[in-house]
């Protein structure tokens, strides 16, 4: 065959191809099955990780009644100036003991 390389391997026929059980091809799935389980679990892992980092950070503001979409319509400026007020109201109403 002039002008063509044939490369060593066998071309294989459709009936062939349901029949062929390599034990590289096999273990080729079974790698490609493997990693395609620890990708999906790590998906997944870091999904659950970041759900719980969004709650965390959530947390604090609404621990003390104060949520940034009820408040100030959603202005950073002013839902920080009300925390301060507040804040500075509580701690000028507690009284000090200084004896």
Known sequence: VS???QSGKAKLTSGEASQ?????CS????VFDI?????????ILLAMRMEKRI??????PNLFGW??????NR????FMENIIKQVLQ???????DVA
Do not use: Y
């Open 3 to 5: 002008g063509v390389r």
């Open 67 to 72: 949520d940034l979409r009820n408040v100030a």
């Open 55 to 60: 709650t965390t950070l959530r947390e604090p």
């Open 20 to 24: 062929h059980t390599c034990s590289q």
């Open 35 to 43: 990693c395609f389980l620890i990708c999906s679990s790590l998906k």
């Open 90 to 96: 509580e701690a000028n109403q507690t009284p000090l």
């Open 27 to 30: 273990t080729k799935l079974l």
């Open 75 to 78: 202005c950073e400026f002013k």
